[in-house]
């Protein structure tokens, strides 16, 4: 049966899609205006605020084994979740700190969710185990669903900043990792409202890291044990926020066990951005700190 694995032909099929779609979409905005480039990107993010409703019309959504309360799966519960959401109003705002923001979180998540497609490759669905149950196939409408919506949040970014349509500023980066903060605090607080109707597990089942724990803000699993790329998080996580004071036992404190994290690799995928979309002013940014860094120690040598 024909099932996506990382870096098997259907995998690849799906990259050589995005990268078809986004050169034609760059050729069809080359010689239009302004305002057309304008609302053909608020076009893409409202199509993909429709998706984002119109996917609980669809198995496995409709299938109550696996998604009890289908009004759940249309909430902010991640963050490509909160970005579908709001990004149609952040669309329009002014402060370039905020749009900053929009773009590159869009960029970043949109961009590794098509080439680490882990919801795609997983054998759950809403934490069910669907193994024996039923298989992810390469081309089922949850599959094509799942890398439209990835690929329009990374699409429209990526067509702002290719097209000017916003300047990101490597002055500005600093900022991003509080609001990606702010974005799990409300991917929290959704959490717990869900939880007050009973449409999510309450009470200490909502915390176990193993359930359904939205964009990992409840921990993860054996973090004392953890390998690979989550050693990333291991080494500037404090281990007081991943212990319960009066237990002794693991206990992950909500998002806030996440801010140093966030607070550094959000910062470094932020520059990351700007490196690409703003290089030679990144650069020159990044010399001159190191310039004056350099000629601080020089002088408290003295």
């Known amino acids: 049966m024909a099932t996506i694995e990382m870096f098997n032909i259907y995998y690849f099929i799906y990259i050589f899609i995005a990268v078809v779609l ?20 608020y076009g893409l993010i409202l199509l993909n605020f429709a ?12 299938d109550p084994y696996f998604v009890e309360n289908r009004i759940v799966k249309v909430s902010f519960e ?30 970043v998540s949109g961009l590794l969710a098509v080439i680490y497609p882990l919801d795609a490759i997983a054998q759950t669905f809403n934490a069910v185990d669907i193994t024996g149950i039923y298989t992810k196939t390469a081309f089922s409408l949850e599959t094509i669903r799942f890398y439209t919506t990835h690929f329009l949040l990374f699409l429209a970014p990526f067509l702002m900043l290719y097209y000017k349509m916003h300047e990101i500023s490597i002055k500005r980066a600093i900022w991003l990792p509080f609001y ?17 109707f009973g ?4 009470g200490l089942e909502m915390y176990d890291p193993n359930g359904r724990n939205p964009s990992l803000i409840f921990g993860v699993k054996d973090i004392d044990n953890i390998k690979g790329v989550g050693l990333l998080l ?23 066990w996440m801010v140093i994290p966030v607070i550094i690799y959000g910062y470094l995928l932020a520059v990351g951005v700007n490196l690409v979309f703003d290089h030679d002013n990144t650069i020159e940014y990044i010399k001159t700190k190191l310039r004056m860094k350099i000629k601080k120690e020089e002088t408290e040598q003295i």
């Open 199 to 202: 449409l999510v597990p309450g």
């Open 51 to 62: 998706i984002h409703f119109l996917k609980i019309l669809i198995f496995p959504y409709t």
């Open 22 to 41: 986004t050169v034609l979409s760059v050729r069809l905005l080359r010689n239009k205006s302004d305002k057309y480039r304008f609302w053909f990107v």
């Open 78 to 107: 991640n963050i490509c979740a909160v970005s579908v959401l709001v990004f149609p109003f952040l669309y329009f705002v002014k402060a370039k700190t905020l749009k900053d923001y929009m773009v590159s979180i869009a960029f």
């Open 234 to 256: 291991k080494v500037v996580v404090p281990r007081f926020l991943t212990v319960n004071p009066f237990t002794g036992t693991q206990f992950f404190w909500p998002v806030i």
């Open 180 to 196: 990606l903060i702010m974005w799990l605090f409300i991917i929290y607080l959704n959490e717990y409202v869900l939880s007050l």
